[in-house]
C-alpha cells in the first residue's frame, strides 16, 4: 500500500501524525542542537490537513479549501467569539481574589493595549494556524461518523496529545494541558455547530483566550496563584461545556452542504444555556 493510499484510507490518524511531526518539529531540531528553547509550533496543524485533504483528491482540497475563505458571519457571533473568553478571565480572576490571590494593579492592567495586538498574532498562530486543521478538517469528519460525545472524545485526544511536550517540559500545566483542553474542545464544537460549521469563529475564540489568559491575566500571577487560576480556567471551562452539552448540544451536527464547501446556512443557532 502507497503513503497516499494509507492517508486516503486513514484520514484522522494520518492528520495527527502529521500534525505532530510538523508541530514538533522544533523538539526534533532541538535534539540536534539547532534549537535552544524548543516548544510546539502551532502552525503544525494546518500543513497536516493540507497534505491530508491533498491526498484525499481534487475534490475534497477543494472543499476544504472553500471553507477556510468562508469568514463570513453575523457580526453577533463575532463578537461573542472575541468578548466571551475575555469575560470568563476576568471572572476566574475575581474568583481568585476570593480564594486570596492579588488583583491585578493599575500598573499591570496599564498593559491592556497590548492584547489587541496579541490577539491578531495568536488569529495567525493558533486560529489559522490550528484550528484549520482541527476544526475546519478534522471536526467534520469526527462529527459525521460519529456523532457529537465520540467526536468531542476523539477530538479531545488530538488536542492532548499534541500539546503534550508543553505539558512534559512545564510550559503548560498538566490540567490545563489535559482537562482545559477537553473543556475547551466540547465547548468549540459547540460554537461551531451551533453556527452551521463557522470555524473562523473557533479560530477568533482561540486567540481571545490565549491573548486574554496566557498573554496578560496569567502573567499578573505566580506561584499557587497561578496554580489555582489555571484550576479555575479549567473549571469554568468544563461548566460551560457541560451546560451547553446538557442543553440539547448533544443532538448538534453540521448542515449537509458543509461537507461540499457549500456555504451554511445564514441564520445559525444561537446556543442557549436554559
Not at 502529521?18 to 494546518?46: K, M, Q, R, V
Amino acid at each position: 500500500m502507497t503513503p497516499v493510499a494509507v492517508v486516503r484510507r486513514f484520514p484522522i490518524i494520518s492528520f495527527v501524525v502529521l500534525a505532530c511531526l510538523f508541530g514538533w518539529a522544533p523538539y526534533i531540531a532541538g535534539g540536534f542542537g539547532l534549537w535552544s528553547h524548543p516548544e510546539n509550533l502551532p502552525l503544525g496543524p494546518l500543513p497536516a490537513a493540507l497534505i491530508v485533504a491533498a491526498c484525499q483528491g481534487r475534490s475534497e482540497l477543494r472543499a476544504w479549501g472553500r471553507r477556510l475563505r468562508k469568514w463570513g458571519a453575523a457580526p453577533r457571533w463575532y463578537l461573542l467569539a472575541l468578548v466571551a473568553p475575555a469575560a470568563l478571565q476576568v471572572l476566574i480572576v475575581f474568583i481568585n481574589h476570593g480564594l486570596g490571590a492579588p488583583l491585578p494593579t493599575a500598573a499591570q492592567l496599564g498593559d491592556w493595549p497590548q492584547v489587541p495586538a496579541m490577539i491578531v498574532v495568536f488569529v495567525v498562530l493558533v486560529g489559522i494556524g490550528e484550528e484549520a486543521g482541527w476544526m475546519a478538517f478534522a471536526a467534520p469528519i469526527l462529527l459525521r461518523r460519529h456523532g457529537m460525545l465520540v467526536a468531542w472524545v476523539l477530538a479531545s485526544a488530538m488536542r492532548i496529545f499534541w500539546h503534550l511536550p508543553l505539558m512534559i517540559n512545564g510550559d503548560l500545566s498538566w490540567v490545563l494541558g489535559t482537562v482545559g483542553n477537553a473543556a475547551f474542545t466540547m465547548v468549540m464544537l459547540q460554537v461551531f455547530t451551533a453556527s452551521g460549521g463557522r470555524w473562523t469563529l473557533v479560530a477568533s475564540w482561540h486567540a481571545s483566550l490565549n491573548a486574554f489568559g496566557g498573554g496578560f491575566f496569567f502573567q499578573m500571577v505566580t506561584g499557587d496563584d497561578r496554580a489555582h487560576l489555571e484550576l479555575l480556567m479549567a473549571g469554568i471551562y468544563t461548566v460551560v461545556a457541560a451546560g451547553l452539552y446538557l442543553a440539547g448540544g448533544r443532538h448538534r451536527t453540521l448542515p449537509d452542504s458543509y461537507e461540499r464547501g457549500t456555504e451554511p446556512s445564514q441564520e445559525p443557532v444561537t446556543p442557549q444555556l436554559t
